[in-house]
């Protein structure tokens, strides 16, 4: 077993452990975000805006920005309205012996969640979804070597750019009018060094906010039930005690991290873990494994609530961790603990549907005995 594999399929190189993925998520001169970089003609425009795919100095500008306007008392202020959802939508399937746990709260709770935040209006969420749904489902498989499909791909998310940005722009334009208590309001007047977003910025900004704010927190949710259902101790165990449901969180994203893999690409030759990476390779950096890393995590499959200390990578690290972190916590600590009250027999009640992608650890239906 190496610590760095070429994958000759993938045409990338492949990072699993623990040590080695911390030294390239810290190291973000050498290992770039901008991984479009590689791709002929790429429209880097398409990205920008986009956090994740940035590099300093405009990553640190932009993340500035985000930040003054996602602070932690604006995640903290939200607790109610959570447990409000939340128990709306239990109440939804009360009586239910059998309830889609996906459909009925995993998906819903953070959908309305990130789209309260940022302000948009309930009636359009269908929009949303299908241009989310585009973005999580590509049409093709995903080839970077392939000049044309990249191109295709480039254009295709371009267009649909284009028609996030026409919706989008009426709706910060009338956020410059008529400010309100949003996060949209609060993106179009956050500056930093007297400059503001632009356009471009504000919708790939707010695109990434909606993706990332709603599929990996219904993928934390699923995973955690299927994690305390699967180890029946640690379930009873944070059943007596529930202080350990922030543990029971945190041990489901590191056994079953929603997100699997995050990308790079070299700047620069590169030695890691006794391997020469050559300049403008990708790299792609296993959360997933690293988080099952033994030389970091004993007993390292073992699904344990108490682990502590538990630094997993489910959230990344370095420039880039995750600004949505302390919101997927609360959603997932409200969520857990109201199942919790509501339902002291809770179990899995079939063998749930997984949707097969390496990207992504989803399961797509999971189906709960009340
Ligand atoms: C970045 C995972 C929830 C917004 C990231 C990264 C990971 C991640 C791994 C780092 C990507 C990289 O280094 O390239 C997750 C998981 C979540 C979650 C597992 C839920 C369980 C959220 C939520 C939001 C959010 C709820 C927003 C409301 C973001 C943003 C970034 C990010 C804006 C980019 C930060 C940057 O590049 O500076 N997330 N995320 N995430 N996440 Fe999350």
Redo the contacts with the bound molecule.
């Keep these: 077993e190496h610590a760095v594999e070429f994958d000759t399929e993938k045409q990338y190189w492949s990072v699993h452990r623990y040590a080695e993925v911390v030294a390239a ?1 810290s190291d973000h001169t050498t290992f770039s ?1 901008e991984y479009g970089r590689l791709i002929p003609d790429y429209p880097a425009e398409a990205f920008d805006g ?5 590099d300093p100095p405009k ?1 640190r500008q ?2 500035a920005i ?1 930040g003054r306007a ?1 602070t932690p008392k604006v995640v903290a202020d939200l607790e109610p309205r959570i447990l409000e959802l939340t128990t709306a939508l239990l109440d939804d399937v009360a009586g239910q012996d059998v309830v889609e746990f996906v459909r009925a709260l995993a998906h819903p709770l ?1 959908v309305i ?2 789209a309260d ?1 940022l302000g948009i209006p309930k009636s359009d969420l269908a929009l949303f979804h299908a241009w989310t749904e585009m973005a999580v489902d590509p049409p093709a498989e995903f080839d970077h070597t392939d000049e044309k499909a990249m191109k295709e791909l480039g254009e295709s998310v371009a267009d649909m750019n284009g028609q996030i940005t026409e919706y989008l722009r009426e709706h910060l334009a009338e956020r410059r009018v008529r400010p309100r208590e949003d996060l949209l309001t609060r993106l179009v007047q956050a500056e930093v060094d007297g400059q503001g977003l632009t356009e471009i910025q504000l919708t790939n ?1 707010v695109m ?2 909606f993706i ?3 599929i ?2 219904t ?2 949710l699923g995973n955690t039930l299927l994690c305390l259902d699967r180890n029946p101790e640690a379930f009873a165990a944070v059943r007596a005690d529930r202080s350990l449901v922030p543990g029971a969180i945190e041990e489901a ?1 590191r056994v079953m ?3 699997t893999q ?3 690409v070299t700047m620069v030759d590169v030695e890691i873990g006794g391997v020469v990476i050559p300049k403008d390779n990708m790299v792609t ?1 296993w ?1 997933s494994a690293a988080n099952r890393d033994p030389r970091q995590f004993p007993d390292p499959h073992r699904y344990d609530p108490a682990r502590d200390p538990n630094a997993h ?13 302390p ?3 609360l ?2 600590r409200v969520a857990l603990n109201l199942l919790l009250d509501r339902y002291p027999e809770l179990r899995v009640a079939k063998t749930p549907l997984f949707k097969p992608n390496p990207a992504f650890t989803r399961v797509a239906e999971l189906h709960l005995a009340t």
């Design positions: 998520l975000a986009d956090l994740t795919q940035m990553h932009l993340r985000a996602f953070p969640v990130i935040l900004f990434l906010l990332a704010g709603h990996t927190t993928m934390l994203l991290s929603p997100i995050i990308p790079r950096l959360a990578l489910a959230f990344g690290r370095g420039i880039h961790f995750c600004l949505g972190a919101l997927a916590r959603e997932g």
